[in-house]
């Protein structure tokens, strides 16, 4: 069993920068590929980013370039660093990965691009 918790989430003026945290409860070497999803009002729940054990990243083209995905091994933390953010890019944000098979999801962080 894997838990993630998120944090980070908040208000934040278009054009601004957050950067939210993934801590899970394993060491990231034994568990799959991190991932971030959101999820807008009414939409479906989309890929953002993912990194996997090697430091591979990988973004959502609505993500590349200013959206960066890292990993601290020794704080089993993932990081995504959110930056000129839009308000389109208002969603709760979730952590997931795999772990012998099956998908493990954080509770989810808030994220609202508003002036």
């Known amino acids: 069993q894997v838990q993630l918790a998120e944090s980070g989430g908040g208000l934040v003026q278009p054009g601004g920068s957050l950067r939210l945290s993934c801590a899970t409860s394993?060491?990231?070497?034994?568990?799959?590929?991190m991932n971030w999803y959101r999820q807008a009002p009414g939409k479906q729940r989309e890929l953002v980013a993912t990194?996997?054990?090697?430091?591979?990243?990988n973004y959502a083209d609505s993500a590349r370039g200013r959206f960066t995905i890292s990993r601290d091994n020794a704080k089993n933390t993932v990081y995504l660093q959110m930056n000129s953010l839009k308000p389109e890019d208002t969603a709760v944000y979730y952590c997931?990965?795999?772990?012998?098979?099956?998908?493990?999801w954080g509770q989810g962080t808030q994220v609202t691009v508003s002036s």
């Open positions: 997931h990965t795999a772990y012998i098979g099956l998908g493990y």
């Open positions: 394993r060491s990231l070497f034994s568990i799959g590929a």
């Open positions: 990194i996997s054990n090697n430091g591979r990243t």
